[in-house]
């Protein structure tokens, strides 16, 4: 298994909609996950820490899965501002390890 | 507050040319980083400072590729007759605290990045 491994997508949703993403990591010793959000030629922001079983944070809620080895998130009532990139990073054989990133298009 | 700051944030050489890309880290970061990224990929990881000390530098792709940081602020990421292959986003990354490898990471903040492009 790849250290963090992301569905690509696009995922092409319309507004208002309901879309989660997953991403799985093989280091079982990780303790700290982030999602970072990445605009078309921007810098990835932090959008979530996630330490213990899941955050919430407004339409944003990332979800911790340690026996499968998988964290989700999930955007509820999706804006046409969340149409981004949405980086999964995992601790790992490097101080952190990106995914390559799910892409995601809100359509009015 | 300000951010992490690269400069230049465009840089066109040819290739064989030395380049020297700028990173100004949060003042009062610790942990430093630098990244590769490629289009349509994740940052890949170059390599890590804890103040002015280079802790991991297993990212960096060839030894054409050179990090400093010597007074444990500012740092420069030199790449030596560059190829077309080094062509990515070069970023760079502060956080407050020390990174510890495989179990537990601070949160990390991005500068703009330097968008290399070797002709």
């Known amino acids: 298994r790849k250290e963090v491994e992301q569905d690509p997508g696009p995922f092409n949703v319309p507004e208002g909609a309901t879309v989660a993403f997953n991403c799985t990591y093989s280091n079982s010793a990780s303790q700290s996950f982030f999602w970072y959000r990445q605009d078309c030629r921007k810098e990835p922001k932090l959008l979530m820490s996630v330490y213990s079983s899941g955050n919430e944070d407004g339409r944003f809620t990332a979800q911790l899965n340690r026996a499968s080895q998988y964290i989700s998130l999930l955007i509820r009532d999706s804006k046409l501002s969340d149409s981004a990139t949405y980086l999964c990073v995992v601790p790992g054989n490097t101080p952190l390890v990106f995914g390559k990133g799910t892409r995601l298009s809100v359509i009015a | 507050g300000a951010g992490v700051s690269q400069s230049p944030r465009y840089k066109v050489a040819k290739r064989g040319q030395d380049v020297a890309l700028r990173c100004d880290p949060i003042?009062?970061?610790?942990?430093l980083f630098w990244y590769q990224q490629a289009l349509g990929q994740g940052p890949e990881f170059l390599t890590y400072?804890?103040?002015?000390?280079?802790?991991?530098k297993s990212g960096l792709p060839s030894d054409r590729f050179f990090a400093e940081r010597p007074e444990g602020s500012v740092s420069t990421l030199k790449i030596q007759r560059t190829q077309q292959e080094d062509s990515a986003v070069y970023l760079c990354a502060s956080s407050r605290r020390p990174a510890q490898r495989s179990t537990w990471v601070y949160e990390q903040y991005f500068g703009p990045g330097t968008r290399l492009t070797v002709t």
């Open positions: 400072f804890q103040n002015e000390a280079q802790l991991d």
């Open positions: 003042s009062g970061h610790v942990s």
